[in-house]
T-cell receptor, first 111, second 113 residues
Framework: GENVEQHPSTLSVQEGDSAVIKCTYS??????FPWYKQELGKRPQLIID?????GEKKDQRIAVTLNKTAKHFSLHITETQPEDSAVYFC??????????FGTGTKLQVIP | KAGVTQTPRYLIKTRGQQVTLSCSPI?????VSWYQQTPGQGLQFLFE???????NKGNFPGRFSGRQFSNSRSEMNVSTLELGDSALYLC????????????FGQGTRLTVV
């Protein structure tokens, strides 16, 4: 089955700096890669997703890149703000297969 | 449009008991997935139901089971509870196309004592 590895597990950045979280997946059939943000005590919420026919997608300060050959994808957050502090999960899915999540990255933005 | 609703929000059960959790998806969503979330283990997939049929299953023991009703509401049941079953149980609903956003409920916090 699919295996998703996520790094780093914790990340501290100064406010205004960039943050990068990386994930690798094992199943070449995976073609959908969402990223979820979970604030303390709240439910996970989708912040951005990318499909395998696209190499990069941006939404304001957030961007995701996908390298299908190397089977890895990354989340980039620029100009970080304290409200970006949360746990971020990457995930991978192929067609109607189950969604496999990474183990999460706890991001702390230091004011 | 109402979001995904999970009930109850909190539960305390004793080892050996069984428990049933409920999830009402967003109107029009036919896929419901269940996850177990524990510190350090991330989101572990339990199972997914679509149109009353289990479409995918994770690597959990048979004590964990689920079902989906014709109105897409789903329940999961855990029998013979163990201390290690203490966790936040999240459900997520999505439309019937495979690669679309999943919307999570607020979860049920289960504590087994």
């Amino acid at each position: 089955g699919e295996n998703v590895e996520q790094h780093p597990s914790t990340l501290s950045v100064q406010e205004g700096d960039s943050a990068v979280i990386k994930c690798t997946y094992s199943d070449s059939a995976s073609n959908y890669f969402p990223w979820y943000k979970q604030e303390l005590g709240k439910r996970p919420q989708l912040i951005i997703d990318i499909r395998s026919n696209v190499g990069e997608k941006k939404d304001q300060r957030i961007a995701v890149t996908l390298n299908k050959t190397a089977k890895h994808f990354s989340l980039h957050i620029t100009e970080t703000q304290p409200e970006d502090s949360a746990v971020y999960f990457c995930a991978a899915r192929g067609g109607y297969q189950k969604v496999t999540f990474g183990t999460g990255t706890k991001l702390q933005v230091i004011p | 449009k109402a979001g995904v609703t999970q009930t109850p929000r909190y539960l305390i059960k004793t080892r050996g008991q069984q428990v049933t959790l409920s999830c009402s998806p967003i109107s029009g969503h036919r896929s419901v997935s269940w996850y177990q979330q524990t510190p350090g283990q991330g989101l572990q997939f339990l199972f997914e139901y679509f149109s009353e049929t289990q479409r995918n299953k994770g690597n959990f023991p048979g004590r964990f089971s689920g079902r989906q009703f014709s109105n897409s509401r789903s329940e999961m049941n855990v029998s013979t509870l163990e201390l290690g079953d203490s966790a936040l149980y999240l459900c997520a609903s999505s439309t019937d196309t495979g690669n679309t956003e999943a919307f999570f409920g607020q979860g049920t916090r289960l504590t087994v004592v």
